[in-house]
């Protein structure tokens, strides 16, 4: 009885694994694509609204990255505030090192600059994360379903080895 409970409950956790993986594979998509339309939204507040960064970075905000920055911008810095607020949202956003190293860049230079030269940062941050999210939505369809169902296999693998 104990042999079934614990192959049952190993397959389970093999196929929860799985499901989890591919759900961060899908999350990391999503939350680039509202990176993306967040710093197109910035963009615009910057060239034509003109209000400060802070409420710029509140009006934007599509996945907590820039509220989070935000909120911590008057005791912090812009440059600490983003810097801590990728650092925190880069787990619960599935974000992978490469794509925290970009959104650093973008915070090294935000709100130091002339209106053009920021804007010009941020088409060019803007680009490169939309590679990352094409990237991302490739690796999610190619591997989404695999990691899914390998996680179901691979459980029940286990659980016919050990009963």
Known sequence: MVKILGAVMTGFACGYLGFK?????????????????SLEMLESEINF???KLKQAFMRVD????????AENMDEKGVKTAWTNAVNECSTKLSLKDAD??????????IG??????????IKYIKSI????E?????????FGKMYRNGGVLVGLLIVIMLI
Do not use: H, P, W
């Open 134 to 142: 094409k990237q991302a939505q490739s690796e999610y369809s190619r």
């Open 21 to 37: 993986i591919s759900y961060a594979m899908k999350i990391r998509a999503e939350s680039l694509n509202n990176i993306i339309t």
């Open 129 to 132: 994360i939309a590679e990352q």
């Open 100 to 109: 925290k190293d970009i959104l650093m860049t973008l915070g090294k230079n």
């Open 112 to 121: 130091r600059t002339d209106t053009d030269d920021q804007i010009k940062n």
């Open 49 to 51: 609204s003109m209000n």
């Open 62 to 69: 599509k996945c907590g990255l820039f509220k989070f920055a």
